[in-house]
């Protein structure tokens, strides 16, 4: 019996040096090293508590403009959020604690409508009630109620069945801080009496209005330019000016005025509005824009996705990867005999491969003898500073687009348009704090991939990825049949 014990002894101690076995522990032991690994990092993890955005256009992060704008508050400002017990929005309340955290003169507050409502009616400016979920932001200069609904990009396309396309929280709350710490609110006039596209009849009022800006319609056949002007807009217009209205502009202009100007080539040859821009040493490169380069297009070569300069307008677009598409749009060109004082620059530019169909009568799918070849620009900035006032200048916005705030087909609103409408009255009026904060586009646009890109990918996810991953398969499937 005790002969048969130390076989059985031997036998153990004489399997526990096989291959196998070794082999085994070794995993064991490294099994158990990287569960204790991960449960050392888990309290570390749960000690700090590291943030991370890791969403696409950085949904829950403040922007650099947001920062610099909150480093400048010095003065007590409370947001009351008006939520239900338990019903708070976690994405909301993520990014208002931030507000919060970086800047102690900001206080969030929760409040409960229910059994507040004293208080919420201080606030009622249209006795209308305030929405359960909208904000209320009030500091030294005013306050301000955001509703809830406006915390959002929405398509209305379909009325029975909204899309919600943007996060637009700190587009809100940081516009509404700088409203509530200085009180200014720049009012932008919409030209009317040419059959233009009215701000107003294309829903922009409201937005505008969000942006901290007034919104008023002006029929220059009645009156100057008024002296409250924050910046002129013209959009579209089908008919020109008459000689009185482009005097009163170009009087305006020459005092230190704001203009912005979207037309297409539906707005023809208008002479007047023409000498307004030639005044400034720019005009129209009139046709339509062909885009046949696919990355530079929707699929449509009429709906351009043009590239963006590093200009501070479209910078912020160029930078989050925000696309810009205009339809049917035509050129901007600068002229060669302009004023040495003059400071033009371009937004937008289609690519190489594009062409400006001149001729509108012309079918032909490429490039004709009466085409302009591309690259095009389609949009320009221009500066002059007035001559002997310091620090005064005239700004201009021109795009060669007169449908930049008009849905794209299935695509609906594109959000890119709309930064690109209010960066430009942000940039006319001077207010650089608010151009880079604009919303969060949650739509998603057709990938621009060139033809040799879709090549080299679809070799790489149908054939070198499969292959390899059955190559490392192999190698450590004979590995181990030899152990």
Known sequence: MKLKNMNLKALFLESLQTKQVRYGGYAALLTLALVLG????NLIIQQFSPQVDLT???????????????EGIKSP?????LWEPGKESRQVKEVLEKYVAKNKNIRLEILDPDKNPGLIAKYDKTRKGIEKGSLIIEGEKGFKVIPQVDLYEINWMNF????ITGFSVEKRVTGTLLYVTSGTTPVVYDLTGHKEKALFDLQMKPVIERENFTYKQLNLLQSEVPED???LVINSPKQDLTPAERDRILSYLQKGGRLLVMADFQSGDPKNLKEILASYGVDFDFGVVVEMNKSYNTGNPFHVIPEPSLH?????LKENSVPVVLQFAQGVKTLELKRRTLEIEPLLTSSKDSFLRVDLQNNSPSLSATDKKGPITLGVAIKEPLENQQGKETRIVVLGSGTLLE???LFGQIQGNFDLFMNSLTWLQDRPESISVRSKSLITLPMRLSGLQVIIFGLLFTAIIPLGLFAAGLVVWLKRRHL
């Open 312 to 316: 501070d307008i479209v910078r912020p």
């Open 77 to 81: 400002v409370t947001i009351y959020a």
């Open 160 to 163: 029975q069945n909204p899309e």
């Open 407 to 409: 849905p794209l087909g």
């Open 56 to 70: 696409r256009n950085k949904l829950f992060s403040l922007s650099e403009q947001t920062l610099k704008v909150l």
């Open 38 to 41: 991960l449960m050392l990092l």
């Open 229 to 231: 002007a924050g910046l």
